[in-house]
Each structure stands twice: as structure tokens, then as C-alpha cells.
């Protein structure tokens, strides 16, 4: 149980453009979902957590009007890159938490690497 | 501020034993974590202590001290598909993951 997917597991885009990352909870309800950044040799940093039907809460230094994260139903969040450039390129990993989960708990999807031309 | 801190590389040889270190200071705390992460890859959760002592699981064990601010990650038997990199991730005052950098660990045959 607990199985998160995320798709596209890569994509490339051309700079300027948008690209939308979705991440889906399989076997259970996601009523939190994350998202985080890593880049290469570096640990993952949480760009925003979203609750189910709210707005998410981005965290320091990222911009929300570049990265659009919707959470409209219990089983999906989806992240758009608007406008990418070269620097966006990234890993980005999703991860969730369920109604039943205990606090503590993160069930990670296996992440999307993006690559901006 | 929070950090987590952990050595950047370790090199092990196969079959020995392993013991990675990690020290933190959050804002609160609701438990610690260790994660597998193999390049490419999302992390795969190995082990949470939220209560001081030893946890073992099979060929890996985790070790927490709270007053301390320290935890370790035990490998036994080392095999090589565990060169990967291990982060170590403490759940703060708002149950969000603090992540530290990962180590890298290389094993030799």
C-alpha cells in the first residue's frame, strides 16, 4: 500500500515554455502533498506542501506564480513550471501523506527530472 | 536556523560494517529518518526513531539520541548495491522533513 506515482518521469522542454508535472496517490487518499527540488549532489529541498481544495503554502524563496501547485482532488497534485529556463532544470520528487497516516509519514512518488533546453 | 549535518562521502568495503553519523538542530522534533537514495531515484525510507535507543532492521540499524542531537545509521554485511547515498531527515515542531545533504557511500569489493 501507500504507492505514489509521478508523471512524466522526464521531460525536456524548450526555455519559455511550461511543463506540469503530475503526482497521484494510488491506494490512498493524499490529504497533504509536498513538493521538493533537488539538484545534483545536493538534498532535497521542499519548495511547498498542499492541502486537499487549499492553496499551497510555498516555502521561503519560491516563487509561487512560477511554480503553480494544484491539489483540486484527494488523489492528484500537479506542479506546472511556467516559463522555464535553464536553471529550473531539476529532479522534482512529490511525496504524500493520508488521512490514516500518522504525522511523521512522507510516501514518495519516484520523481520527475526535468530538463529545460 | 535548522541543519542537518552528515559527512559527504564514506568508503566501506564489502562485507565490513558502516556506521554514518548525523547531527541536528530543528525547531522542534517529531522524529528522525534514514533514506536510501540511489542516483536518478526518489528516496526509499529505511528506518525512523522518534525515541532514543537502537532500532534494527535486518542488516541495518538506526540509533537515536535526543539530548544529544544525533543519530547514526549502522550497515552490516555491506553488499555492493549499497553504494547509494543515505539522507538523514528530522520531522520538525510542524511535521516537516528537514533534509540533510545525503552521504555518498562508496563500497569496494
Known amino acids: 500500500g501507500a504507492v505514489v506515482s509521478q508523471h512524466p518521469s522526464r521531460v525536456i522542454c524548450k526555455s519559455g515554455t511550461s511543463v506540469k508535472i503530475e503526482c497521484r496517490s494510488l491506494?490512498?487518499?493524499?490529504?497533504?502533498m509536498f513538493w521538493y527540488r533537488q539538484f545534483p549532489k545536493q538534498s532535497l529541498m521542499l519548495m511547498a506542501t498542499s492541502n486537499e481544495g487549499s492553496k499551497a503554502t510555498y516555502e521561503q524563496g519560491v516563487e509561487k506564480d512560477k511554480f503553480l501547485i494544484n491539489h483540486a482532488s484527494l488523489t492528484l497534485s500537479t506542479l506546472t513550471v511556467t516559463s522555464a529556463h535553464p536553471e529550473d532544470s531539476s529532479f522534482y520528487i512529490c511525496?504524500?501523506?493520508?488521512?490514516?497516516?500518522?504525522?511523521?509519514?512522507?510516501?514518495f512518488g519516484p520523481g520527475t527530472r526535468l530538463t529545460v533546453t | 536556523g535548522q541543519n542537518i549535518d552528515q559527512p559527504t562521502e564514506m568508503t566501506a568495503t564489502e562485507g565490513a560494517i558502516v556506521q554514518i553519523n548525523c547531527t541536528y538542530q530543528?525547531?522542534?522534533?517529531?522524529?528522525l529518518f534514514w533514506y536510501q537514495q540511489h542516483a536518478g531515484e526518489a528516496p526509499t525510507f529505511l528506518s525512523y526513531?522518534?525515541l532514543d535507543g537502537l532500532e534494527e532492521k535486518g542488516r541495518f540499524s538506526s540509533f537515536l539520541s535526543r539530548s544529544k542531537g544525533y543519530s547514526y545509521l549502522l550497515l552490516k554485511e555491506l553488499q555492493m548495491k549499497d553504494s547509494a547515498s543515505y539522507l538523514c531527515?528530522?520531522?520538525?515542531?510542524?511535521?516537516?522533513?528537514?533534509w540533510g545533504a545525503g552521504t555518498k557511500l562508496i563500497i569496494k569489493p
Open positions: 526513531n522518534v
Open positions: 531527515a528530522v520531522s520538525n515542531s510542524n511535521y516537516q522533513l528537514i
Open positions: 530543528t525547531s522542534g522534533f517529531n522524529g
Open positions: 491506494d490512498f487518499q493524499a490529504t497533504t
Open positions: 511525496s504524500a501523506r493520508g488521512e490514516q497516516s500518522p504525522d511523521y509519514e512522507q510516501y
